[in-house]
């Protein structure tokens, strides 16, 4: 189970930390690629990053610069800092995982989701 936080109204110019936390005993955190997405109404899910268990990091181009992701396992969270956020970053963001290496775009690769935590900017 992954379980997103964090999200929440932000001025344009902000800054804001979503966090993930994994439960259960089926999946194995240290060992997983993590990757934050987010989709906006009537738009697609879209991949933002996703990090490795070796801490190898995948960035989308469009968000490059201003959006990282990190992880700790000792904590079983991943996280995505988000910086001089953006009307266009309202959405809703979600965590998913899963336990092959290679960090990749398509969500439906991807086994295990969080529920979302809703991020809106206002200018």
């Given at each position: 189970q ?5 999200g ?5 110019g902000d800054?804001?930390r979503?966090?993930c ?9 240290s060992d997983s690629?993590?990757?934050?997405f987010?989709q ?11 990090i490795?268990f070796?801490?190898?990091v995948?960035?989308?181009p469009p ?8 992880r ?7 996280y995505?800092q988000?910086n001089r956020?953006?009307?266009e970053?309202?959405?809703?963001y979600y ?5 092959s290496t ?5 969500s439906?690769d ?6 979302g935590?809703q991020v809106?900017v206002s200018?």
């Amino acid at each position: 189970q992954l379980v997103e936080s964090g999200g929440g109204t932000v001025q344009a110019g902000d800054s804001l930390r979503l966090s993930c936390v994994a439960s259960g005993g089926d999946f194995d955190f240290s060992d997983s690629t993590m990757a934050w997405f987010r989709q906006a109404p009537g738009e697609e899910r879209e991949f933002l990053a996703g990090i490795n268990f070796a801490g190898g990091v995948t960035v989308n181009p469009p968000v490059e610069g201003r959006f990282m992701i990190y992880r700790s396992n000792a904590k079983k969270s991943v996280y995505l800092q988000m910086n001089r956020l953006e009307r266009e970053d309202t959405a809703v963001y979600y965590c998913a995982g899963k336990s092959s290496t290679p960090i990749v775009f398509r969500s439906t690769d991807y086994t295990y989701w969080g529920q979302g935590t809703q991020v809106t900017v206002s200018s």
